[in-house]
């Protein structure tokens, strides 16, 4: 984004938020407070950077925001203690060398928060985003959102950084990131993988490699998932010639190096399947007996009820429709997702009839509208099929 003279480097100034929030909250500056006065300091960056970039950008950061947070220590003259902590203002040069990136994501995605807040802080205190930006993406009005990261700041404001964080739990709210894939000026998928890729070079875990890799690899489809017009398009009706092989590449290389630590975690076993996938140039060359494997290893590590119901649609592929029905069979009826599923079977097994009917209960329950619209589409299409006079096949035994 160009401004005045010059151009800013987005890119750069999202990377280095974490770490700069990391030095003012080492220097005794509690959370929040850290997190907008880096927000303060990113904004005059925005407005000087173009026509003066500074040598070290890091440390002019760190020195805005500083200045940020005793200005604010001395305007409250009220608070000793704070304004105590805080109001020498420390001479300019090289900052501390430690990254506290990781702690932060910990600190983003604490247990006490929910997952939209969980998600809402990241994007804020590591992403860098705006408070608008976040909101714009999630369709919500910026006071509603900055009502959500305050109420987040203030249940986080007395953990200490130096406190070890859960990475399950920081994998998981970049997971949900990833899945609300974009909206408005921000692509949260590509920012999602931006974060992604921090999370792997601050660790030495599969997991967080596995997840990366997931990622990519479902970002490499996103060109075919939709009609110009915004409807779903289905895996098996896909244009595979529209598929990123580059990002393919890159996510099976990373998860070949992953399970070759042989520490499986959910997320490698969730791209194994997204590489067979991947990997088939046709439809009807997917490997869908070892996606069944993955499945099972995904059953096992988590027992999700919907890796069954996954597992339940592979084994129609791998095994015939009636396969697939017993496992249906055995899953709990109210799962999300679960009558689709079943439609999409009974299509498999003939029974075009019950199957139509299933698409259109479907579309009733779905909660996204560009699913409903795809599910009602199903629906008609078997009973188009069916009215023009062509014959139910009998389900085959």
């Known amino acids: 984004m160009s401004a005045a003279g010059g151009v800013v480097d987005e890119g750069l100034l999202r990377s280095l938020t974490p770490a700069v929030i990391g030095v003012l909250c080492r220097r005794g500056v509690d959370f929040a407070t850290a997190e907008d006065a880096v927000q303060d300091a990113l904004v005059s960056a925005w407005r000087s950077w173009p026509d003066d970039p500074p040598r070290d950008p890091k440390g002019w950061l760190v020195t805005a925001a500083w200045r940020r947070v005793v200005d604010q220590a001395r305007s409250e003259s009220s608070r000793r203690r704070r304004e105590e902590r805080v109001g020498v203002e420390p001479e300019a040069g090289p900052v ?20 939209s807040s969980a998600v809402a802080l990241t994007l804020r205190a590591v992403g860098g985003l705006t408070t608008r930006q976040i909101a714009t993406a999630y369709l919500v009005p910026e006071a509603t959102m900055a009502q959500r990261i305050s109420r987040a700041k203030r249940a986080v404001r007395d953990v200490p950084l130096d406190r070890p964080g859960d990475l399950a739990t920081v994998l998981r709210v970049l997971y949900l990131v990833f899945n609300e894939g974009h909206g408005g000026e921000v692509d949260l998928a590509a920012e999602a993988i931006r974060l992604a890729r921090q999370v792997v070079d601050l660790t030495d875990e599969p997991e967080a490699a596995g997840l990366l890799a997931l990622m990519l690899l479902h970002h490499a489809r996103r060109d075919a998932r939709r009609t110009p017009a915004g409807a779903i398009v289905p895996l098996r009706e896909q244009d595979r010639s529209r598929w990123d092989t580059d990002l393919v590449a890159e996510g099976v290389g990373i998860l070949q190096r992953a399970l070759a630590r042989d520490r499986l975690g959910e997320y490698q076993a969730q791209a194994a399947v997204a590489a067979l996938h991947a990997d ?44 697939g029905l017993a496992a249906l069979a055995a899953l709990d009826p109210g799962l999300p997702r679960y009558r689709a599923a ?3 079977v009974h299509e498999k097994d003939g029974s075009t009839a019950l199957a139509a009917d299933l698409y259109a209960e479907a579309s009733r329950l779905a909660t996204d509208t560009a699913e409903r619209d795809h599910l009602t589409r199903q629906a008609a299409r078997l009973r188009s099929a069916l009215s023009s006079g062509e014959r139910e096949d009998r389900p085959r035994g």
Do not use: F, K, M
């Not at 990781?102 to 997952?115: G, K, Q, T, W």
């Not at 088939?280 to 494997?293: G, L, N, P």
């Open 96 to 115: 501390t060398s430690t990254d506290d990136t990781l702690r932060l994501y910990a600190l983003c995605a604490h247990p006490s928060l929910s997952p």
């Open 280 to 323: 088939a140039r046709h439809v009807d060359e997917t490997d869908w007996v070892q996606i069944v494997s993955w499945y099972d290893e995904l059953v096992r590590l988590t027992d999700s009820p919907v890796a069954r119901l996954n597992r339940a649609v592979a084994v129609a592929e791998a095994d015939g429709p009636r396969a």
């Open 342 to 344: 079943l439609a999409h």
